[in-house]
Structures are given as C-alpha cells and as structure tokens.
C-alpha cells in the first residue's frame, strides 16, 4: 500500500545527498531547488508535512505496540497479526528514514551555503591582502625624498 512510494522517496533522497556530496553537474540545479523550496510559502509547507509524517510514524508504532501486546496477552501468534506487523515495522523504519534523511539534506544544504559564502569572503579578503601588500611594496621601493 504505501512501501512502495516510500521506497522511492528514500531512494530519491539517497540521489539528492549523493548529489549534493560529490560534484555534480546536477548539484547547482539541486540547490537552487532547495533555495527556493526554502523561500516563501516552502518551510511552511516542509514542516507540515513532515509533521503528518511524524505523526503517521507515531500512529503505525502505536499499532505495532498493540499487536505485540495482543500477542503477549494471548499466547498464540496469529499469522495475519505476523504478517500485518512485519508490514507495518516496514512502513515505520522507512518513514523513519525518509524523516532522518530529510534532515540530512536539509543540513548539507546548509552547510553548502555557508561554505561558499566562507570561500567568498575568504577571496575577498586574500584580493583586498593582495592589494595592501602591493601598494605597502611600491611604497617600500620608491626612494624616500626627504633630506
């Protein structure tokens, strides 16, 4: 029912930090999508669905709970109660993965952005070094004219 879609989300957001480590000709589009998903109306919409994630990963942990109770109390294990519960430990260790690697994403996209922002201050000081150095050694070499 739903394994199948979350099995491609997971396996779309293992490309998209696989993307995002190694350089890539898709890394750039990747994280102009990221900056706009994060511009706007975006971090709303983010945070609500992942809180109805959380919510459907509480509620199928919840009936896991149950079933291993219920199976407890009576002694016996049914095989529809086996087979309901290995479906549902499934779809909970993949919304589990799914949350897990949606943080992921969400600190390598930051982490990215402040990296280049710290290599773009970092050249602009090294231009405005170089700048100083030549002007300090031109003055350096030119014969003083007092007497």
């Not at 896991?64 to 109660?81: F, Y």
């Not at 549902?88 to 690697?101: I, K, R, V």
């Not at 922002?117 to 050249?123: A, P």
Request: positive net charge.
């Amino acid at each position: 029912m739903m394994i199948q879609p979350l099995f491609a989300l997971v396996f779309l957001e293992v490309l998209v930090i696989l993307t995002l480590i190694f350089r890539t000709p898709l890394r750039k589009p990747v994280l102009m999508a990221l900056d706009k998903s994060k511009q706007g109306r975006g971090p709303v919409i983010v945070k609500s669905a992942g809180g109805t994630l959380f919510v459907v990963l509480v509620s199928i942990l919840f009936n896991v709970t149950l079933m291993q109770n219920r199976a407890t109390d009576s002694g016996t294990v049914n095989p529809t109660d086996q087979v309901l519960l290995a479906n549902h430990l499934l779809e909970a260790s993949l919304l589990g993965f799914t949350l897990f690697l949606a943080l992921v994403i969400d600190r390598l996209h930051y982490y990215i952005k402040e990296l280049r922002l710290l290599r773009k201050t970092l050249e602009g000081e090294k231009k405005t070094n170089q700048s100083r150095d030549q002007v300090e050694s031109a003055a350096s070499k030119s014969p003083s004219t007092s007497t």
